[in-house]
């Protein structure tokens, strides 16, 4: 039995000895794989953070050349269309050029159509009342016209009808 | 009755005279002591078994919260350059706190005797002096004794013994204390009881008389306060004393 309140050298010297191999102890096997697994863990966030940070970037890049190519896709599309109203608008003006020409031209062959139609109606005419009138008049004076006196009358017949055609 | 409270029993004596040291005596609390240990290291082991980095147990948040702690602690008192401090402010703080509740389970604390709490704070104080003589030197060191005045001297050298004497005093006589009355308040229950017992007539009374009722329960609640928080707390006043001690000493240069 020792005393209730004193100091025994080897005790003493055996609990020194103990907190110091308590120490050790502890830092063995709490602080080093609780320290060390907190590390990993650290080390482990960081990575992942700088990945997104890397896949932010990318994205964004990503986003711009998209942003560039819908610009472009735009400047494009409202060059194409520019174009195509000019050419529309040019073919359609030279349609409408040939249009009215064809429309004159096939007026004017109508034209010269019609003269010639009248023309020779007239002619045919011409021949048709001669013989008529010499007929006529023939029976009415029943006497022979000379030759000269016949066409005068004859002209001046058609001068007469052509007028009033 | 007859109420014995004794120091550590001794169960091996070897028989060689060392000087100095007189024969070694292999006393209830190195073996108690072992016993904290080996409670310890095997606490921290099965805390610290199969660790992930996500997706954890239980077992591991409480790990990692002693740990988070335990660097709070030092780190927050003592600043980055005393963490190689960890592990021994931890082991003291958990042997200290181990030994001081490991007597409700029956065993006699290591804590209860003054030999333990004296090479603590031996190894504390040379921890502090190597610290002061680190920062300012030993002529620095030795100067500072002389502070404000010379004559102060002898005093300054007093106040400086004086913190491994407090330290070790303050722990072991909260420690032994709560042995002391936690003796005194079991044999005086026992006494009680034996005497309300004994009231009760005939064989019963004596039957009942034997068996120290009041034992079972009362004293549960007053050791609430004489080992649970005085044993935690003096374990804490304990390391905190320590770490600002070394911080105080780290400091002393600027």
């Known amino acids: 039995m020792q005393d209730l309140v004193g100091i025994v050298p080897w005790t003493f010297i055996a609990q020194i000895c103990n907190l110091f191999i308590q120490a050790y102890l502890i830092k063995r096997f709490l602080f080093k794989p609780v320290n060390e697994m907190l590390e990993k863990r650290r080390q482990r966030a960081d990575a992942e953070i700088r990945e997104a940070e890397t896949a932010k970037e990318e994205a964004n890049a990503i986003k711009a050349e998209y942003e560039q190519n819908m610009l472009e896709a735009k400047d494009k599309a409202s060059n194409i269309l520019s174009t195509a109203q000019k050419t529309a608008q040019l073919q359609s003006e030279s349609i409408l050029k040939e249009a009215s020409q064809q429309a004159a031209a096939i007026r004017e062959k109508a034209e010269a159509d019609i003269e010639q139609e009248r023309q020779k109606a007239v002619n045919e005419l011409k021949d048709e009342i001669g013989g008529i009138a010499m007929e006529i008049a023939g029976k009415v004076i029943e006497r022979e016209i000379s030759e000269k006196d016949h066409e005068k009358l004859i002209d001046e017949f058609i001068q007469n009808v052509g007028e009033t055609s | 009755m007859d109420l014995e409270i004794s120091g550590a029993r001794v169960f091996l004596e070897v028989p060689i005279d060392v000087p100095f040291l007189g024969r070694f005596q ?125 004559v102060m001297t002898p005093f300054n050298i007093l106040s400086e013994l004086a913190t491994p004497i407090s330290m070790a005093c303050r722990h072991f006589g909260n420690i032994l204390s709560g042995v002391v009355i936690n003796a005194l308040i079991y044999g005086a229950l026992a006494v009680a009881s034996s005497a309300l017992l004994g009231l009760l007539p005939g064989a019963l009374g004596k039957v009942l008389s034997q068996i120290p009722i009041l034992d079972v329960g009362v004293p549960a609640v007053l050791s609430v306060y004489f080992d649970w928080f005085s044993g935690v707390m003096q374990a804490f006043i304990f390391c905190m004393l320590t770490v600002m001690y070394i911080a105080n000493a780290a400091e002393e240069s600027s």
């Open chain 2, 26 to 150: 292999l006393s209830e609390t190195i073996v108690v002591s072992w016993i904290v240990m080996a409670l310890i290291t095997l606490t921290c082991i099965w805390l610290t078994r199969d660790l992930k980095e996500e997706n954890i147990s239980k077992r591991q948040a409480v790990a990692e919260l002693l740990v988070e702690t335990a660097n709070n602690f030092v780190i927050g008192n003592m600043g980055e350059k005393f963490r190689y401090l960890i592990p021994f402010v931890a082991a003291l703080f958990t042997t200290s706190v181990v030994s001081n509740l490991i007597s409700l389970i029956g065993l006699r604390s290591p804590t209860a005797d003054l030999s333990t709490e004296a090479g603590w704070a031996v190894v504390v104080f040379i921890m502090i002096t190597s610290q002061k003589i680190k920062t300012n030197g030993v002529g620095g060191y030795l100067k500072d004794f002389t502070t404000p005045i010379p």
